[in-house]
């Protein structure tokens, strides 16, 4: 926090100056000047939150200090430092615009008392302009994510094409002629948000689409919409000599390289090389999605075992996963499932559209055990998702998929014990990379299951009391050592630095260093 002090005499200034205790305000900076004109320079290049101010200087005055200071809209609390001559006129004026005084000759306790009360209005005015910015922020995030919406629901082809979204794609930036589209497919996006991101997929969205945003810009315009988790749509409306779809190709890679160098995110991408309007974008994604298909994903074609060919079909281990159901052996169907994932990698090559056939079979078997079972779950939640093109993402999410039919029918679920081996774990590996998913494999329970039973027995969620026990030991550790602060994340299982900085300061209200600071000083 700054403050100016205006006043054309040095001494005045100066014995402001020396009378206060800056920093039990929390004032870090004094700046000063002898006349106004001087003032409006200092208070546009620091912007101080607060100024003491004469009213009779030579040059500009005080009073057109302040009306110059309320024509450009500081927020500057204005403390006006008053001698008996002047003093009525300059209270009324104050009282007109709701300013703070100080009467010549001042004593040191009443400079503190005003410049408390200024300083605990400079501070309210933050907290309210604060609220507001994160009101309208979270307002236009709202509509942003509801026009995502609307678009996504044309781009899945769910509603016809309408006049209406020509005025979506301007909304968004992008013209409704000439475009170019790219459909990309993240293939590791489950384990980021766990790994990386901490369960938060709001951010790793954020990290996404601003990376995309950085490289792109300079190209043209371009938007990123979200089909769902496994398939994003790219518009692109570049301009000049970027309009040829060679162009075109090398922008998308660089997109994806950048997201695979920043963020370890490994993408899948299909490029149409048609430029389309807006009543013809589907056309330019059906012919994407046929490029998709033909990718080759997973395999090993150095240590193939396996000739090219049919790839191996699930149904065939159809009578052994309904085993698993009857004897609820958990263990025995993760196994299972790995076998015929291991079978697919061997074969050398694999491309998108034979593990979209898995996918299909997968969810063919989830439906017969479903309604052999009676199942309450709705069909739509036991659904393996189509566009799945990570086999260990794969891989995983059908081995939670079964579990979770599994735990439905009350085979191989877990009672208040399990979820006190799982906080037992948390407490004693804290430090560790733990994910969701992570338990879910350790402990053989899917992951909504975990969630579920550990919030009905300590009614909060597993995250939450993961962050909880890392805070509580990084105050102990910031309190009571010297270890830096990187140093304190890394041992607490950030890799991220400015990470373990926002979550600490989210929940103490401070950063690390200030925290540190303020129990090293009291």
Same mark, same amino acid.
Request: net charge negative.
């Given at each position: 926090?700054?403050?100016?002090?205006?006043?054309?005499?040095?001494?005045?200034?100066?014995?402001?100056?020396?009378?206060?205790?800056?920093?039990?305000? $929390?004032?870090?900076?004094?700046?000063?000047?002898?006349?106004?004109?001087? /003032?409006?320079?200092?208070?546009?290049?620091?912007?101080?939150?607060?100024?003491?101010?004469?009213?009779? @200087?030579?040059? @500009?005055?005080?009073?057109?200090?302040?009306?110059?200071?309320?024509?450009?809209?500081?927020?500057?609390?204005?403390?006006?430092?008053?001698?008996?001559?002047?003093?009525?006129?300059?209270?009324?004026?104050?009282?007109?615009?709701?300013?703070?005084?100080?009467?010549?000759?001042?004593?040191?306790?009443?400079?503190?008392?005003?410049?408390?009360?200024?300083?605990?209005?400079?501070?309210?005015?933050?907290?309210?302009?604060?609220?507001?910015?994160?009101?309208?922020?979270?307002?236009?995030?709202?509509?942003?994510?509801?026009?995502?919406?609307?678009?996504?629901?044309?781009?899945?082809?769910?509603?016809?094409?309408?006049?209406?979204?020509?005025?979506?794609?301007?909304?968004?930036?992008?013209?409704?002629?000439?475009?170019?589209?790219?459909?990309?497919?993240?293939?590791?996006?489950?384990?980021?948000?766990?790994?990386?991101?901490?369960?938060?997929?709001?951010?790793?969205?954020?990290?996404?689409?601003?990376?995309?945003?950085?490289?792109?810009?300079?190209? $043209?315009?371009?938007?990123?919409? !979200?089909?769902?988790?496994? &398939?994003?749509?790219?518009?692109?409306?570049?301009?000049?000599?970027?309009?040829?779809?060679?162009?075109?190709?090398?922008?998308?890679?660089?997109?994806?390289?950048?997201?695979?160098?920043?963020?370890?995110?490994?993408?899948?991408?299909?490029?149409?090389?048609?430029?389309?309007?807006?009543?013809?974008?589907?056309? /330019?994604?059906?012919?994407?999605?046929?490029?998709?298909?033909?990718?080759?994903?997973?395999?090993?074609?150095?240590?193939?075992?396996?000739?090219?060919?049919?790839?191996?079909?699930?149904?065939?281990?159809?009578?052994?996963?309904?085993?698993?159901?009857?004897?609820?052996?958990?263990?025995?169907?993760?196994?299972?499932? !790995?076998?015929?994932?291991?079978?697919?990698?061997? !074969?050398?090559?694999?491309?998108?559209?034979?593990?979209?056939?898995?996918?299909?079979?997968?969810?063919?078997?989830?439906?017969?055990?479903?309604?052999?079972?009676?199942?309450?779950?709705?069909?739509?939640?036991?659904?393996?998702?189509?566009?799945?093109?990570?086999?260990?993402?794969?891989?995983?999410?059908?081995?939670?998929?079964?579990?979770?039919?599994?735990?439905?029918?009350?085979?191989? $679920?877990?009672?208040?014990?399990?979820?006190?081996?799982?906080?037992?774990?948390?407490?004693?590996?804290?430090?560790?990379?733990?994910?969701?998913?992570?338990?879910?494999?350790?402990?053989?329970?899917?992951? &909504?299951?975990?969630?579920?039973?550990?919030?009905?027995?300590?009614?909060?969620?597993?995250?939450?009391?993961?962050?909880?026990?890392? @805070?509580?030991?990084?105050?102990?550790?910031?309190?009571?050592?010297?270890?830096?602060?990187?140093?304190?994340?890394?041992?607490? $299982?950030?890799?991220?630095?400015?990470?373990?900085?926002?979550?600490?300061?989210?929940?103490?209200?401070?950063?690390?260093?200030?925290?540190?600071?303020?129990?090293?000083?009291?």
């Amino acid at each position: 926090m700054k403050v100016l002090i205006v006043d054309d005499e040095e001494h005045v200034r100066e014995g402001i100056d020396l009378a206060v205790d800056w920093e039990k305000f $929390g004032i870090s900076e004094r700046l000063q000047a002898e006349d106004g004109r001087q /003032a409006l320079d200092l208070l546009r290049l620091h912007k101080p939150a607060i100024m003491f101010c004469d009213m009779c @200087m030579p040059g @500009m005055d005080g009073t057109e200090l302040l009306r110059q200071l309320r024509e450009e809209c500081f927020d500057t609390q204005v403390i006006v430092v008053s001698g008996h001559d002047n003093y009525q006129y300059t209270r009324a004026a104050i009282r007109a615009n709701g300013l703070d005084y100080l009467l010549k000759p001042f004593s040191k306790r009443d400079l503190e008392q005003v410049l408390e009360q200024a300083v605990t209005a400079w501070k309210n005015r933050e907290i309210n302009l604060l609220e507001e910015r994160e009101t309208g922020f979270k307002i236009k995030r709202a509509d942003a994510l509801v026009d995502e919406q609307k678009l996504a629901a044309y781009l899945k082809g769910e509603s016809a094409f309408h006049e209406g979204v020509r005025g979506l794609l301007y909304k968004v930036g992008l013209s409704s002629e000439r475009l170019r589209v790219a459909l990309i497919l993240p293939c590791n996006r489950m384990d980021l948000v766990d790994r990386r991101f901490k369960g938060d997929r709001e951010l790793f969205v954020f990290a996404v689409n601003n990376i995309a945003h950085e490289t792109l810009r300079a190209y $043209g315009a371009h938007y990123l919409c !979200r089909l769902d988790d496994y &398939q994003w749509i790219l518009l692109t409306d570049l301009t000049g000599s970027y309009r040829s779809a060679l162009e075109h190709r090398r922008c998308m890679e660089k997109v994806t390289k950048a997201w695979r160098e920043i963020l370890g995110l490994d993408a899948l991408i299909g490029i149409s090389d048609s430029e389309a309007d807006a009543a013809g974008i589907l056309g /330019a994604i059906g012919e994407a999605r046929s490029a998709l298909l033909k990718s080759e994903i997973g395999g090993d074609s150095a240590r193939a075992e396996i000739a090219p060919g049919e790839p191996p079909r699930l149904t065939d281990q159809q009578f052994l996963l309904q085993t698993t159901l009857d004897t609820g052996n958990k263990a025995y169907a993760a196994e299972i499932i !790995r076998a015929f994932v291991r079978k697919l990698r061997q !074969r050398g090559t694999l491309r998108l559209k034979d593990l979209q056939a898995c996918t299909i079979e997968a969810n063919l078997l989830l439906e017969r055990a479903s309604r052999l079972m009676h199942s309450s779950k709705v069909a739509a939640d036991l659904l393996m998702p189509l566009w799945i093109s990570n086999l260990n993402e794969w891989e995983r999410t059908f081995i939670q998929h079964w579990w979770t039919l599994m735990e439905e029918q009350g085979q191989g $679920g877990m009672g208040n014990r399990g979820v006190e081996a799982i906080r037992e774990y948390i407490e004693r590996h804290f430090h560790e990379d733990l994910s969701l998913s992570f338990l879910s494999e350790r402990f053989h329970f899917s992951p &909504q299951y975990i969630a579920k039973k550990f919030k009905e027995l300590y009614n909060t969620t597993v995250m939450t009391a993961l962050t909880e026990l890392r @805070m509580d030991k990084a105050r102990s550790l910031l309190q009571f050592t010297d270890k830096p602060v990187s140093e304190i994340a890394n041992s607490l $299982g950030y890799d991220d630095e400015n990470y373990f900085g926002k979550v600490f300061k989210k929940l103490q209200g401070v950063s690390p260093l200030q925290f540190r600071k303020q129990h090293r000083d009291s």
